[in-house]
């Protein structure tokens, strides 16, 4: 269960990196899958409209912590 919220995490923060990287510039390789966030959740939520780059900064934090939430957690 561990490395499945790795897994997740690590994906998030790809996400969100990719997202912003795709916000500032062009995404040049696997746009389809790393900026789903960032083209199709972000456009149907008005309360982001205008906060592109920080929703993608903040679902790579949100990723982050998974990972590290993870690695921290007790085994058992």
Known sequence: MRKAIQLVGLFLALQGISG???HLAVQPFLGIVLNFF???VIPHIDLLAGYELFAN????ALG????IAAERAPRG
């Open 20 to 22: 912003a990287i795709d």
């Open 38 to 40: 960032n083209r199709v």
């Open 57 to 60: 900064l903040a679902l790579a």
């Open 64 to 67: 982050l912590i998974l990972v």
